[in-house]
């Protein structure tokens, strides 16, 4: 529902929709607070918006609409629980149990505190609030370049990789989260699947294996194999996916330019990265298939759940940094700026 609601949050704000987009998004992250992955890039495109249109004129008109479909947005939504003080406390310990620490789940999760966790234990080491401030510390500076380039220079593109970006950086670097939150960077990704179907797809088939140990346990292995197959065919015939791997295709040519004189291999990236991507769905499926199949050692029953869990945390930080560069060296944002003004 949340994730629905989000959506339309986006839809809106392409057609430009700016009021509705915001009560979407308000519903979406009143239903179900894991949307606070997607809330910064609502907020500094709308924010952005409202700069370019100038604070003196329509910008200060468009932002005083907005803050008051947020305000009136938020005091439906909770009104029914602020009639007693308490009650009102008990709701959001409930949204947000910080004294679980970082660890509130048993599955092992994608993400960077799950993976280190393997070489050090910092739920044994670390109290929970010191726990709570660096987890907040490495996610803020994480989302930090994307929310300034995006709010700077505010574009429905730019707008469209931010909400993966973010989304990305809150997965694996803040607090508490469940190996289903990927979804919530799946479904951005899905809406620039189009304009770099190549890494798209790469992504959603890791966001799709991070979940194994999950999936087999819900005993839904047929489904994750069967679906997975047919999602890869489907892209390769729809997308050829396999001839757009250049450095344009994948929006990385201002970002080759700039390196141009520096790393001479750029122009074997297109072979690089093919081979790269069989490597890795050949690793995928391998450890799918021991995950299945094989019985871990006795002394090490968390083999291949955790083989799991390192592996994607590896491919989401290396994704990250790229969509990272693709935010920071678009050069298409400038031009896109001149449809907002």
């Known amino acids: 529902v949340s994730l629905g609601f989000a959506l339309w949050g986006v839809l809106y704000l392409s057609y430009d929709w700016d009021l509705l987009g915001s009560v979407a998004f308000c519903l979406a992250l ?35 609409k907005i803050a008051g479909t947020v305000v009136v947005s938020f005091a439906v939504c909770w009104l029914p629980f602020c009639t007693d003080m308490e009650q009102t406390m008990q709701v959001l310990r409930r949204l947000f ?12 999760v994608a993400n960077i505190w799950c993976s280190l966790s393997v070489l050090i234990k910092i739920k044994n080491i670390i109290a929970p609030q010191t726990q709570l401030k660096l987890s907040f510390a490495v996610t803020f500076l994480s989302l930090l370049p994307t929310c300034i380039k995006l709010t700077v220079q505010p574009s429905l ?11 990305l ?20 990704v899905c809406l620039i699947i189009n304009e770099i179907p190549f890494m798209a797809t790469w992504f959603l088939l890791v966001s799709t ?32 996916i396999f001839e757009k791997t250049s450095a344009e295709d994948l929006q990385l040519k201002p970002f080759s330019l700039s390196l141009k004189g520096y ?28 995950s299945a199949a094989v019985h871990p050692p006795q002394r090490l029953p968390d083999l291949f759940p955790v083989s799991v869990s390192v592996i994607s945390c590896l491919h ?26």
């Open 209 to 240: 294996f991070s979940m194994l140990p999950l999936l087999l346990k819900d005993g839904l292995l047929l489904a994750y194999a069967v679906t997975t197959l047919a999602f890869l065919s489907a892209c390769v015939a729809s997308f050829a």
């Open 97 to 108: 149990p910080i004294d679980r620490g970082f660890f509130p789940f048993q599955d092992k």
């Open 263 to 290: 790393v001479s291999w750029f122009k074997s990236f297109p072979k690089i990265i093919r081979s790269l991507f069989l490597l890795s769905i050949t690793l995928m499926g391998v450890l799918s298939l021991l």
């Open 30 to 64: 009143n239903y179900k607070q894991m949307e606070l992955y997607h809330s910064l890039p609502f907020f500094c495109y709308l924010l952005g918006k409202c700069f370019k249109k100038g604070l003196k004129g329509k910008g200060l008109v468009l932002l005083t």
């Open 316 to 341: 989401f930080l290396l994704f990250l940094v790229y969509f990272n560069v693709v935010i920071l060296w678009d050069s298409k944002n400038s031009r896109s700026q001149k449809k907002i003004s």
């Open 157 to 167: 593109r730019g707008f469209k990789f931010a909400l993966v970006s973010c989304a």
């Open 169 to 188: 950086s809150f997965f694996l670097f803040s607090f508490q989260v469940h190996e289903k939150s990927i979804l919530l960077v799946s479904v951005p």
